[in-house]
């Protein structure tokens, strides 16, 4: 198993939840947390420790970020107008990884990351690597045409776990998905409950 599938399921089983909604995750057999004293009576959490596994539980479910990357996304939240919570969720979503998951072309929001990185995507028709690169509204995002054979694309389109989400157009077919509108927390379809309201706690007091 590589360090990077090794980390994603000990994510799964730190916090006690399937956070991508895969069928292989650990925790559909295992709600004990990962090393060997996971299986120790889980303690009563504080507010603290409440704040701080919704913001390990965000910042994970988006694959590598850093504490330093999300301190920085969390900051823009907080310089814009209006909801920090829910203008944290939209920059998150705005970014070229998460659009490739979310559009389903590929399985997995790392292998978005490497799938990004190693120059399979276009944004309106240039090629992009960065996979941080924030996607504005009307941009379409494609799969280049040398890429769209490749078997984790195949898989990820015939997965039947996960739906796109409406602020999306999605055409399969000619592997494009233009970026609509920028989405709030309910739209956005996470398999587990997020709270960025906890975030915004947890950093307004550390």
């Known amino acids: ?5 090794s980390a994603k399921y000990k994510i799964d089983r730190r916090m006690g939840e399937n956070i991508w909604g895969r069928p292989k995750s650990p925790v559909n057999k295992r709600e004990y947390g990962p090393g060997q004293h996971g299986q120790r009576r889980k303690q009563k959490l504080s507010d603290f420790g409440i704040q701080l596994r919704a913001k390990q539980k965000l ?7 850093t504490e330093k990357q999300f301190r920085r996304i969390f900051g ?11 203008n944290l969720i939209g920059l998150l979503e705005r970014r070229l990884d998460a659009v490739v998951y979310r559009a389903k072309f590929v399985p997995t ?5 490497q799938f990004v990185n190693h120059g399979h995507v276009t944004v309106n028709g240039k090629r992009v690597n ?3 690169y924030r996607v504005k509204e009307g941009d379409v995002i494609a799969v280049r045409d040398k ?19 409406d602020y999306l157009e999605v055409d399969h077919s000619k592997m494009t998905a233009t970026f609509v509108r920028t989405p709030q927390l309910g739209d956005v379809p996470y ?3 997020m ?3 906890l975030v915004v706690e947890f950093y307004a007091k550390n």
């Open 147 to 165: 890429s769209k054979q490749l078997a984790v694309v195949l898989e990820a389109v015939q997965l039947p776990e996960r739906d796109t989400p």
């Open 76 to 86: 823009e939240a907080e310089r814009v107008k209006g909801d920090t919570g829910e």
């Open 59 to 65: 910042k994970g479910y988006y694959g590598d970020l």
């Open 191 to 193: 398999p587990v409950m």
């Open 195 to 197: 709270e960025p309201n």
């Open 1 to 5: 198993m590589t360090k990077r599938t």
């Open 130 to 132: 960065i996979p941080s």
């Open 109 to 113: 929001v790392f292998a978005a990351r």
